[in-house]
T-cell receptor, first 113, second 111 residues
């Protein structure tokens, strides 16, 4: 998985609780991304980072926040989880530049009851 | 609005058949188009295309990009059951290394 570790791999939580998902990379890539994947929607970008402390919103950012205090770690937080946030979450990294290929972590399956 | 559209949404074929998957896009400041294969786990990279008319090939899979007509195709010849997966098309566009994904084509290859 190109040196990308997501944790936890599975989580079940209750509505209204905060949840933090972690993405850790060992590739020293500049760009990191959080996506969610739902049936019929492909991969939708939640937030991305283009450097330490540099982040921006994607197309489905409402209800999510992110932080990147180190190159290798990108955290996704659901401040107050809702059932609509039940999904599979993928972290991705890319190096930037001319041959900019995205590589994906194994995913986190989150269920909000 | 940037968008990527894949067709068909799903496809059922038999082993040995040849399939063609389509990806069209409308984005600002196109940089590249990527194809991924996703089985029941993370997407894995297949091809990156940046120039029109240059075929990328890997075994039975090949892909080509048409930047004038804004589409790409992914061909799989002599399909095998192991080709069963969702195939995702992504376009890198804009100024901040963002990727836009289509909803995928689900391929089912029957023995």
């Amino acid at each position: 998985d190109a040196g990308i570790t997501q944790s936890p791999r599975h989580k079940v939580t209750e509505t209204g609780t905060p949840v933090t998902l972690r993405c850790h990379q060992t590739e020293n890539h500049r760009y990191m991304y959080w996506y969610r994947q739902d049936p019929g929607h492909g991969l939708r970008l939640i937030h991305y980072s283009y450097g330490v402390k540099d982040t921006d919103k994607g197309e489905v950012s409402d209800g999510y926040s992110v932080s990147r205090s180190k190159t290798e770690d990108f955290l996704l937080t659901l401040e107050s989880a809702t059932s609509s946030q039940t999904s599979v979450y993928f972290c991705a990294i890319s190096q930037g530049g001319y041959q900019n290929i995205q590589y994906f972590g194994a995913g986190t399956r989150l269920s909000v009851l | 609005e940037d968008k990527v559209v894949q067709s068909p949404l799903s496809l059922v074929v038999h082993e040995g058949d040849t399939v063609t998957l389509n990806c069209s896009y409308e984005v600002t400041n196109f940089r590249s188009l990527l194809w991924y294969k996703q089985e029941k786990k993370a997407p894995t990279f297949l091809f990156m295309l940046t120039s029109s008319g240059i075929e990328k090939k890997s075994g039975r899979l090949s892909s080509i990009l048409d930047k004038k007509e804004l589409f790409s195709i992914l061909n799989i010849t002599a399909t095998q059951t192991g080709d069963s997966a969702v195939y995702l098309c992504a376009v890198e566009a804009g100024n901040f290394n963002k990727f836009y994904f289509g909803s995928g084509t689900k391929l089912n290859v029957k023995p």
